[in-house]
Nanobody, 114 residues
């Protein structure tokens, strides 16, 4: 049974930082590419960042330079370090892997507001 469990969301002021974690089970984590997506109210879910098994990363343009995706294969966990947060980063953030099927976590709310 595949499980992706996100944590680390919360309320933060503009300019602040948060670190999201996604703990995976039921998959061969070390060979899986992992991704972070987000969905704001009334908007479609969008890709934020991905990391391959080799550590190659891709970022959405608007988060490049502010967010960092990383992984710890020993802990089967993927992280998203978010710095210089902006109100437009407010969304539910989801962890995802597409191997062997498309799996999603339950999401964690990130709210950036003063």
């Amino acid at each position: 049974q595949v499980q992706l469990v996100e944590s680390g969301g919360g309320l933060v002021q503009p300019g602040g930082s948060l670190r999201l974690s996604c703990a995976a089970s039921g998959i061969t984590f070390s060979i899986n590419a992992m991704g972070w997506y987000r969905q704001a109210p009334g908007k479609q879910r969008e890709l934020v960042a991905t990391i391959t098994s080799a550590g190659t990363t891709i970022y959405k343009d608007s988060v490049q330079g502010r967010f960092t995706i990383s992984r710890d294969n020993a802990k089967k966990t993927v992280y998203l370090q978010m710095n210089s947060l902006k109100p437009e980063d407010t969304a539910v953030y989801y962890c995802n892997t597409k191997q062997p099927y498309n799996y999603w976590g339950q999401g964690t709310q990130v709210t950036v507001s003063s």
